[in-house]
């Protein structure tokens, strides 16, 4: 792994700001991507020890049908079932801040700004969500018999009984030389109790919209500039492997200022200065790394 360090001062402290560039793969062979996800690192002092989970690989899922789907979408005759609610998340569309209109017109899509999301309104959750045709729980008491041993991150999460392991988990999709990250929001298409596709090695057992395998949000679809029926690839990450970018606009995420390490702010007015700075910073590092072919993520 390459790491390239950019040094900015701020007037209270110094920003350090560490741009990954992730190990080279081998790239396409046979169709399929052969992507390595960064299995450690050597961290700037203080020296801090590597997570387990940060070393975890996945493997792709290759040329996948996705669909679109979103966030209080209204049943139809071609899809019959409402998405006001998720299969973890009784207020979806509540907790979600709203309904999240799919119409491009609707919506704002912004490469520059990193600005993915409905014009009415500013999203509670992250707009950048997923359904995947599984559900590790049977009701609100127990799992499925299956999900403990399917399951890779099942036994190092220890979850009480009935309680989902795969709702907010992260995941990575590309397509067309382009990366974009996302969480698991809901179950879908079509199914529910597809194992073998989404942890093991079968394609989708759907045969709805040319046996469509996962869905993607209206922002994932701007960002990428993908339709439904377009083939993707994706795959599981862990949530440290994530880079930063417009998929963590949006929702709870670790306080900017305390990530940068520099000294906190005494008034509003310097901590949204600090903000800005710091988003600018984490724009040219982005534009660096979305640079960057399948081959070598």
């Not at 310097?270 to 903000?275: G, H, K, M, T």
Request: some cysteine; proline content about 10%.
């Amino acid at each position: 792994m390459r790491h390239y360090f950019l040094r900015y001062k701020l007037p209270a402290a110094a920003v350090l700001l560490v741009l990954h560039a992730p190990l080279q793969g081998q790239g396409i062979q046979n169709g399929a991507p052969r992507v390595v996800i960064p299995t450690g690192s050597r961290p700037a002092i203080p020296a801090r020890p590597v997570a387990r989970s940060s070393r975890a690989l996945y493997p792709w899922k290759t040329y996948v049908t996705a669909t679109i789907f979103w966030c209080g979408e209204q049943p139809t005759a071609r899809n019959p079932t409402p998405n006001c609610k998720s299969s973890w998340d009784t207020k979806w569309s509540a907790n979600f801040g709203g309904y999240d209109d799919p119409n491009p017109a609707n919506r704002i899509a912004n490469h520059t700004t990193g600005e993915f999301r409905p014009k009415g309104f500013i999203p509670k959750l992250n707009p950048f969500y997923i359904a995947l045709p599984y559900n590790d729980v049977l009701g609100w008491s127990r799992h499925k018999p299956e999900a403990s041993k399917v399951i890779p991150w099942f036994t190092r999460v220890r979850p009480e009984p009935g309680k989902t392991v795969l709702k907010g988990r992260w995941i990575q999709i590309f397509w067309n030389k382009r990366s974009c990250y996302a969480q698991w929001e809901d179950c879908g298409p079509w199914v529910t109790d597809d194992w073998q596709y989404v942890f093991g090695t079968k394609k989708p057992k759907t045969s709805q919209n040319g046996a469509a395998g996962i869905d993607l949000s209206p922002s994932i679809r701007d960002y990428l500039g993908v339709k439904s029926g377009t083939k993707v690839h994706w795959r599981f990450v862990e949530a440290s492997q994530v880079p930063y970018g417009p998929w963590k606009k949006y929702g709870a995420q670790p306080s900017q200022i305390a990530r940068s390490g520099s000294t906190p702010a005494k008034d509003g007015e310097s901590i949204q200065a600090q903000r800005k700075y710091l988003e600018y910073l984490r724009k040219l590092r982005d534009e660096q790394y979305l640079k960057k072919p399948l081959s070598e993520l």
